[in-house]
Nanobody
Framework: QVQLVESGGGLVQAGGSLRLSCVVSTSINSINDMGWLRQAPGKQRELVAH???????LYADSVKGRFTISRDNAKNTVQLQMNSLKPEDTAVYYC???????????????WGQGTLVTVSS
């Protein structure tokens, strides 16, 4: 069973930055699409960003220009650099992947336990 372990969450002031990291327990070379989901209290889970094995990326409109997703196939990791953080970015962030098709907020093969990001105003 593939495991994904996130780290890097924490408390930061608005305008600050955090870098999330996800370590996958297997090779990600052949994993089609990897990304980050988030879920804030009382809100639906949403797709924040994802990156295909070819390196194509896609971002939610709310984070474009502020967040950057990357993957390191040699280290089996996926990162999310988050800059200019806003209070509305507060959520639990989950790393997830899908082996077929595109990753969405509801379509994925596995996800991690999540890491909490709290942005204070």
């Amino acid at each position: 069973q593939v495991q994904l372990v996130e780290s890097g969450g924490g408390l930061v002031q608005a305008g600050g930055s955090l870098r999330l990291s996800c370590v996958v327990s297997t090779s990600i070379n052949s994993i089609n699409d990897m990304g980050w989901l988030r879920q804030a209290p009382g809100k639906q889970r949403e797709l924040v960003a994802h990156i295909t094995k070819s390196g194509s990326t896609l971002y939610a409109d709310s984070v474009k220009g502020r967040f950057t997703i990357s993957r390191d196939n040699a280290k089996n990791t996926v990162q999310l650099q988050m800059n200019s953080l806003k209070p509305e970015d507060t959520a639990v962030y989950y790393c997830a992947y899908t082996g077929r098709g595109a990753l969405t907020a509801t379509t994925f093969d596995a996800w991690g336990q999540g890491t909490l990001v709290t942005v204070s105003s």
